[in-house]
């Protein structure tokens, strides 16, 4: 059973996975706007954002990696592999893609907001599948 460190780290480590495939699709987009151009100029300026936070992303994961070792050192247990610990509640990630989906909706389509959209529900969808092949082959 993971404890709620992993739990933590799981999140965190599905956090980053989703930065980088937000940063992949935008790079992307920003490739076939013109520089200069308003859509240009605002895909830069999300991917600068969302670039800055993947240092701090990456220092959570060594301060819960740390914390999780040294819980399970207390306890004599091993640390569970991140690809091991369950993946997060179906109801939730349904819901977030739900949002996700709303999002994209209601957005301007190709801009920076359609994009961002677009990703997270394209991951949420991955994650929900992910997350019911998981139950439905896990004993219980």
Do not use: C
């Amino acid at each position: 059973m993971a404890t709620e460190l992993e739990e933590k780290l799981r999140a965190t480590s599905d956090e980053m996975l989703r930065v980088l495939d937000q940063l992949r699709a935008l790079e992307a987009e920003k490739r076939s706007a013109a520089p200069g151009t308003t859509r240009f100029r605002n895909l830069t300026q999300e991917i600068e954002r969302l670039a800055s936070g993947i240092f701090s992303h990456a220092r959570r994961q060594t301060e819960i990696g740390s914390l999780t070792v040294e819980a399970n050192d207390a306890v004599g247990q091993q640390p569970t592999p991140i690809e091991e610990v369950p993946p997060r509640d179906m109801a939730t990630i349904l819901s977030e893609w739900r949002d996700a989906e709303r999002r994209l909706a209601d957005a301007m389509p190709g801009s920076a907001e359609a994009i961002k959209a677009h990703v997270d529900a394209q991951r949420l969808r991955a994650e929900y599948r992910s997350a019911h092949e998981q139950g439905s082959t896990q004993p219980d």
